[in-house]
């Protein structure tokens, strides 16, 4: 093993947590800062505030030994060779990120800094953000040869946080100097020489020992833009297929087949090829917004990326006119809503579009009972309990008299559900999918009404015949049912 480096973290959330947790993993003896005492104090504890796999057992196994956490920057940054930066940069006003918490941190850096180190920026930040730490280190009086700067964005996805920085796809190091990149050569050298894979207790993934992990190293500004263009990247391909499926339906393909023979195509490849409800979490949302903004700040209009974004956002419409479709009218009816959090595999509701759909249910006036394995907590903050929001204990519980099932997150419980019994415990053996976790012909076979994204919809029991419902050519089934809704209302109001 190379000598340990020692390493300030500043920021104990997702990024900054796991990214100090594996730092110790691989040997190197980690200081995690944060401002926030009662998270430190919880740390310090042995809690673990934040729902991601490995994450308890790497903290049990490294807290007070190879990882401390502390609210004393002053002290951690003294000790520390590498200061990694991992504190949040939320979508501010006009789409850009808001650089304050990054500009605060690296003020209190600057007055504490007395040696040589190497500030690195993991959080995601516009391009230039290098630069314009560097300057506000030499505003603050720290003079230039006591400090590089260097890029190192993280590609972490939750839920899989901790193998994904232990087996990355890449390591990326934007440095703009050799004495700063040779550092973060020697802080990654147990991946990219393959020690940490032969080690005992290594954890298992997609690297070996003899096919270890890659380092690219870039100038500072490529390494900013690498992060922004490969966030933006994949949900322009989220995007892509979202607009296939709303054309697959509208002439009776099946999305599923369709990203399947794209796929086998190796240029294109299977990944993020999945219809759904659109994406959403602390990242896409916010990285085509501030990409957009950087493009416009360098007069360029990178239109496709608010193409991306509007066709996000319509995926949710076009779920809510699905259960429309399903059910004719929305107003008093009971939904079971299985799933909660923005993705399966994580407790962040951040920008869900399974709380953007809820929302609007219940504003036409429908009565949700919700059920998430563990995303139930963080949603009751901000949909509490009441009279048309309700939290069940399991899935089954979410269906009991429900006028029917909607699929929200991509658990991969809520794929194996037990039908016959969802079908006894239903009002109406409807499920609307946003995920499509099942197969239609399979849910028919089954007795259910089952409509999900980019494929017909399949229809049983009095309403027509069974099998699809799909009406040839240019009159869709939603359309109809929005013209009837709409009659009803009106008759409603005039009533
Ligand atoms: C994403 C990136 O995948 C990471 O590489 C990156 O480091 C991270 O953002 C970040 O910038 O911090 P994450 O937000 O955890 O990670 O989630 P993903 O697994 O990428 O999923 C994002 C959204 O896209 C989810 O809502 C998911 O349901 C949706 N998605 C994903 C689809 O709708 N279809 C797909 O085929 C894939």
Known sequence: MPKPVNICVVGSGYVGLVASVCFAEIGHSVICVDNDQSKVKLLQDGGV????????ELLQKHLSVGVHFTSDLHAAVEQSEAIFIAVGTPQGSSGSADLSYVEAVVCEIAQCVDSYKVLVEKSTVPVYTNEWI?????????????FDVVSNPEFLREGTAIIDFLHPDRIVVGANNERSAELLRRI???????????ADGALPGSLTADNPAKLLVTSAQSAELIKHASNAFLALKISFINAVA???????GDIEDIAAGMGLDSRIGTKFLRAGLGYGGSCFPKDVAAFSWV???QGLNFQILEEVRKINENQQDVFFNKVRSALWTLRGKKLAALGLAFKGGTDDIRESPAIVILRKLMEAGCTIVAYDPVAMDKTKAVLPPSTSMHYASDPYAAAADADALLILTDWTNFGCLDLARLKETLRFPVVV????????????EHGFTYASMGRATTHTGSIGKEGKRRLPGSIRIETLVEGLEAQTDTARQEA
């Open 188 to 198: 990654y050298e147990p991946l990219t020489n393959g020690h940490y894979y032969a």
């Open 295 to 297: 493009a416009q700040q």
């Open 134 to 146: 560097s300057q506000c280190m030499i505003r603050y009086g720290v003079t230039r040869h006591l």
């Open 246 to 252: 709303t054309l697959a339906e509208t002439v009776d």
């Open 49 to 56: 505030p934040i729902y991601e796999n490995h994450l308890p």
């Open 433 to 444: 999918d946003g995920r499509n976790l099942y197969k239609p012909s399979y849910m028919l």
